[in-house]
């Protein structure tokens, strides 16, 4: 949460910036993303004015707050604000699909969910050496390979990584 507060008209002093970052803070509790806040205070002869702008993923919230004392308009511009970011969170919250935890056990049929099991027999040709394997699956084009290891005649698996590099089980 990047926070931003200047004054305008009047010097803001360490106290009151203080208590701005403190009530600010409790938008941490609504909306839990990387926020950037603005917050400007200004004083025009007896009105002190306490404005915020709130910017972040899909939450752009506004608010202005006029009053006698800095601190009490800024005790009702958080409220307003608060109020705006629950409201954001409730619709965030409402416009989700609902995960698999949410759907009740009864709508699922397990009579409605096919398996199918293909068997194969693996076929190992004389055992084979690790630079093979890598000649074997990058000729034939395969996910895969399973060899056995002509060094010590274990069962091994020689695979694509996602980064374009090879991985080896060795079972």
Known sequence: MLVNIQGRNMKVTPALKSYAL???SVLNKYLDFNLRIHVTLSTNKFRQ????????????????EEGEDMYASIDKL?????RQ????????????APSLGEIPLAEIEPENIKTKIVRKKLKFEKP????D?????????????????????KLNVLYHLSDGTLGLIEV
């Open 22 to 24: 403190e009530k600010v």
């Open 49 to 64: 004015k306490a404005e915020i702008a709130v910017n972040g993923k899909g939450a752009h919230l506004h608010g202005v």
């Open 78 to 82: 958080m409220d307003k604000i608060a």
């Open 85 to 96: 970011a629950r409201k954001v969170k409730e619709k965030r919250k409402d416009h989700h």
């Open 128 to 131: 084979m050496s690790t630079d």
């Open 133 to 153: 394997a890598i000649n074997k699956l990058n000729d034939e084009n395969k996910a895969f390979v399973i060899y056995k290891n002509e060094s010590d005649e």
